[in-house]
């Protein structure tokens, strides 16, 4: 990722530069991926249970028609552990989840996860398939604005994001091979795997660009950082790149531990925000509102604890934060 860019985006920011801990922290389950069909199990164990929409704090504060129907659709891309990931039995899981748990009680409703790969999410919110698309998306400028990054050009009206993390951008290689990448310029004349729409893939390019003659970068982009894993552990690729925490989880858990490593520092800090339909100001500011609740009574920190991410942690929700 590179300035003016984002991670799982279509710009070159990271997820989280500050989350140091996870690489040492968390207790985390395995991953998982799905297709684009409704999970019955989104979120933690509580999120099964209908919300008494009645005795909710803040259930006044949204759009009437969701609070009528007591669910607030979520586009996500359900591979990307320790954001939002299946455990053994198929539930979801994550950060995400857990988070949105705690606001729907807020709210008085279910958070209902929907799996989607990553570059559709945007689209399924214009079409209205989703309410919001919470996914470790990176909120930029140019999604704000509804702009392609490689392009310029304006693709959609945009969204606005309500901000509740920050990560940065990491490099990893297999264990024990790291043919001495510490930096992206020491990827030209590598293969590097990352997730298809992500800011490492952005970030990729713009790095690509910059190799010299006869020192060509190689990227391979994949429906999910799975796939690139995958590649990568059985020799197809010399580095991977993803957002920190995904990062790092991955090289704690792969393979026992023994599949990655980390190289190099992370890059370009940035916000991950809830992505919400412009005209839908309403909900927006129910999403933030229920975000600042669960800041206030301690349950967020306690969700980014249970995670390992306590340094990815934000004080107050921030709307439109991206730069």
Known sequence: MTAGKTRRTTALRTRTTAVGAIAVAGALLLTGCGDQTKDNGSGSG?????????????????PEDIRKAGVIKVGSDIAYA??????????TVGIDPDLADAMGKQLGVKFEFENGTFDTLLGGLRSKRYDIAMSAMTD?????EGVDSDTGKKVGEGVDFVDYFTAGVSIYTKKGDTQDIATWADLCGKKVVVQRGTVSHDLAKAEAKKCAKGKTMSIEAFDNDQQAQTRLRSGGADAGSSDFPVAAYAVKTSGGGKDFELVGEQVDAAPYGIAVAKSNTELRDAVKAALDAVIANGEYDKIIQKWGVADGAVKEAAINGGK
């Open 82 to 91: 320790p954001v939002e990931f299946k455990d053994d039995s198929g539930k």
């Open 46 to 62: 509580s999120d099964s249970e209908k919300t008494n929409t009645n005795s909710a704090p803040l259930a006044d504060k949204l």
């Open 140 to 144: 930029t400028k140019d999604r704000q």
